[in-house]
Antibody, heavy 118, light 105 residues
């Protein structure tokens, strides 16, 4: 079955960077876009960006442009999300999700908690 | 950016109730609207896509509808496992904005 498995929780200091991985299994990796969505404590969902594993093209939300980088490794079916210049406002759970041809997210990773604290 | 205004932010309901949640888009998004359910500590789960299509495996008590830029998620005969937070999301264009969420408690 389709699975997206994310890396474990991270604790970072302000100003640092974090890199979260999302390993796909159970489907053709290059056939589906992977999106990243975050959720701050007690808040709603916020879309960050998308990567097309076939060609590694990306599109980022304007508020994260310049600070987020999505990459992929087709040999391991893994997508990476790197967020730089962290502040306490980046403390959140980060999810990866697969987009279907119906433009919806049918499978999600389990989430990765990133805590930014001095 | 397309703004998604979801209401109410929370609602109180009982098992067996009919629940309605609304999402209004700031511009025409045709039927590019999805609904997700999120239980505490879990990832969101797709319920409805393309405004009214039921995702495979989702109970038929969930339904979606659209009128112009107003989208509605209806839960008929609320079950104990339905107490959760519901999110709408437009997939018409990037950034793929979400509503603020509705907590059903």
């Amino acid at each position: 079955q389709v699975q997206l498995v994310q890396s474990g929780a991270e604790v970072k200091k302000p100003g640092a960077s974090v890199k979260v991985s999302c390993k796909a299994a159970g489907y053709s990796f290059t056939s589906y876009y992977i999106h990243w969505v975050r959720q701050a404590p007690g808040q709603g969902l916020e879309w960050m960006g998308v990567l097309n594993p076939r060609g590694s093209t990306t599109n980022y939300a304007p508020r994260f442009q310049g600070r987020v980088t999505l990459t992929s490794d087709t040999s391991t079916s893994t997508v990476y999300m790197e967020l730089s210049s962290l502040t306490s406002e980046d403390t959140a759970i980060y999810f990866c999700a697969r987009e279907t041809t119906d433009s919806c997210f049918d499978s999600w990773g389990q989430g990765t908690l990133v805590t930014v604290s001095s | 950016d397309i703004q998604m205004t979801q209401s109410p932010s929370s609602l109180s309901a009982s098992v067996g109730d009919r629940v309605t949640i609304t999402c209004r888009a700031s511009q025409n998004i045709i039927t590019y609207l999805n609904w997700y359910q999120q239980r505490p500590g879990k990832a969101p789960k797709l319920l409805i896509y393309a405004a009214s299509s039921l995702q495979t495996g989702v109970p038929s008590r969930f339904s979606g509808s659209v009128s112009g830029t107003d989208f509605t998620l209806t839960i008929n005969s609320l079950q104990p496992e339905d107490f959760a937070t519901y999110h709408c999301q437009q997939s018409y264009k990037s950034p793929r904005t979400f509503g603020q969420g509705t907590k059903v408690e």
